[in-house]
């Protein structure tokens, strides 16, 4: 039997007629599901009101301004947008029924289905008679024209739930002509008003080439974005946060929290956790925050100081040691999952490897190491034996090494655990040491959205309801003032193109967001490294517990946002 997701609709516009019933049954939710369905949620007092758009001034560019300007001539430079009270009567906004799409790209955030009710409460609210459509299966749903009409019993027990299974997502990217002219006909044949994309810095950067080659074709279809990542990595001072990335930094740190416990407890165990964050350690920086573990490795610090694998080994062997002298054989050390790409020794070593691997010139024999420079070669043999071949495996799309597949925590204990044991060879370390490895990744990605991740989600919803209506295209759903109640907090647009640089992906030039890394002279990391020699050798141990969702904690906001907004001293 076919799964209702597969059905399309019967008429000319391939509309679904009759849409299919929710997969979600909220008569097997738990009582924290049901009671989160209904969970009503404060809006920015700017949609109480009649309100306008108002334009600010013309953007730029993150980096290589010219580059970016010849990438996007329709859009480069346009202004960012605001929405303000406006009490005339004369609103700019539409009454017009509208057609709008929806797609969910990338990696899963907790709040997209909130992202998703925020734009269709709009458009029931604000522009009646309008028609919302999911795309199913992420960008791969725009070009081969698979979606669903989304109407309020099917997108129900969808709200304040984690998840991206109201539509699905997928990682497909809309790159070649023939992909960018399958997305045309698609739109054009459904008579989308406008596409809003739910994505990370590459979803986004997709939904600017789409808005621009729309533009250039003199398409009615605008096209919005929204910033999703649990990573943090997607931000900047218009876009203060990524959505999830509160959720899922706190479902670590009640994690790493337990960890700590149980640390204590027996006494006897060094547990390394590494944390999600491909490209930067905004993760894994927020949960030391929360948790004050007794060793955390930030890779922007590691590639800032050019430390190599053996430095970050002897500065966590030091810790070990000191500690076993103030009588603790225990501890918890936190890691993010891109280490290795921060070290600068092994940059070197993957660049090689990348040469080699694309050159198809490894045999079982080990002759392709001779192609490796003496020092690489030498840091290579060094790694043990499961790293070595987890560097080897099959790059990702964009080239990458697939860093969630290298076991770093794993990698880091065993270095440990042959430096230790030279010292107890020289007397210098008299305690046995018993590593435990952990990998806190995919449990974060789907779980009930805080309060503030869905407050926020619905939010940025609504607000790109508000663009797409008011005719803008091009730009990314902005919230913010986030440090403030929910009523003050601003709505607006940022160009996508202001966030843009260029960068070198399989040879050639290409146009990206820039990623947000963690800044070693920001406030998040200066309040971390004020306190970590404390933490390293005495037990300043957080467990911050569950999520909660009413009473003490409901409400609070990760700890980074608020640094970073100078709202916590």
Request: aromatic share 8%; glycine share 10%.
């Amino acid at each position: 039997m076919a799964s209702p997701y597969d059905l399309t609709g019967e008429d000319i516009a391939g509309i679904s007629i009759n849409p299919p019933a929710s997969s979600r049954v909220p008569s097997v939710y738990s009582e924290v599901q049901v009671s989160r369905i209904d969970h009503a949620l404060p809006l920015p007092s700017v949609f109480k009101s009649p309100f306008k758009i108002v334009d600010g001034p013309l953007s730029s560019a993150a980096g290589n301004s010219e580059e970016i300007a010849k990438l996007f001539p329709n859009l480069y430079g346009q202004p960012s947008a605001l929405l303000v009270s406006d009490q005339s009567d004369d609103s700019v906004l539409s009454d017009q029924k509208l057609k709008v799409g929806v797609v969910l790209s990338g990696g899963q955030a907790p709040g997209g289905h909130n992202v998703i009710c925020g734009i269709f409460d709009y458009l029931e609210e604000h522009a009646k008679g309008s028609t919302l459509f999911g795309f199913r299966g992420g960008p791969a749903g725009i070009m081969k024209g698979k979606y669903v009409e989304l109407i309020s019993d099917f997108v129900y027990p969808y709200r304040n739930q984690g998840g991206f299974d109201m539509i699905c997502s997928g990682r497909d990217k809309i790159e070649t002509p023939e992909q960018f002219k399958q997305a045309e006909d698609t739109v054009t044949k459904m008579d989308l008003d406008g596409l809003v994309v739910i994505g990370g810095d590459d979803s986004n950067t997709n939904a600017c080439l789409l808005a621009e080659y729309f533009r250039g074709k003199n398409m009615k279809t605008r096209v919005i974005g929204c910033p999703k990542t649990i990573d943090g990595d997607l931000k900047s001072k218009e876009v203060p946060t990524s959505f999830g990335f509160d959720t899922a930094c706190k479902i670590y740190s009640e994690m790493i929290g337990n960890v700590m416990i149980d640390a204590r407890s027996t006494g006897k165990y060094y547990h390394f956790v590494r944390l999600m964050g491909r490209a930067a350690s905004h993760i894994t920086l927020e949960c030391a925050l929360q948790t004050h573990p007794n060793i955390t490795i930030i890779g922007e610090e590691v590639s800032e100081k050019k430390l190599t694998l053996k430095n970050v080994t002897d500065y966590i062997v030091d810790v070990i040691c000191k500690r076993a002298e103030n009588g603790y054989n225990y501890g918890v050390i936190l890691v993010p999952e891109g280490l290795i790409d921060f070290i600068p020794e092994v940059q070197e070593l993957i660049s090689e490897l990348n040469e080699i691997l694309a050159q198809g010139n490894v045999d079982e024999e080990g002759q392709w190491k001779k192609n490796l420079k003496e020092e690489t070669l030498k840091l290579f043999e060094f790694l043990p034996q499961t790293i070595q071949e987890q560097l080897m495996l099959e790059r990702d799309p964009h080239g990458n090494v697939q860093v969630a597949k290298i076991e770093t925590e794993k990698m880091l204990i065993q270095m440990v655990e042959t430096e230790l044991e030279k010292k107890k060879k020289d007397g210098s370390y008299k305690r046995e040491f018993m590593g435990k490895s952990h990998f806190f990744g995919y449990e974060g990605r789907c779980g009930l959205p805080t309060n503030f991740d869905a407050t926020y989600c619905y939010a940025l919803g609504y607000g790109a309801g508000s663009l797409l209506q008011s005719g803008k295209t091009g730009l990314i759903s902005s919230v913010g003032n986030l440090a403030a109640p929910v009523e003050k907090w601003t709505v607006g647009g940022t160009p996508l193109t202001s966030l843009m640089d260029v960068e070198r992906r399989h040879g050639k030039f290409k146009p990206v967001i820039k990623k947000a890394m963690v800044e070693l002279e920001g406030a998040p990391f200066k309040k971390f490294a004020s306190q970590r020699e404390e933490w390293a050798l005495k037990n300043r141990y957080i467990s911050p517990g569950p999520i909660q969702f009413k009473g003490p904690g409901s409400d609070a906001i990760n700890h980074t946002l608020l640094l970073e907004l100078g709202a916590q001293a």
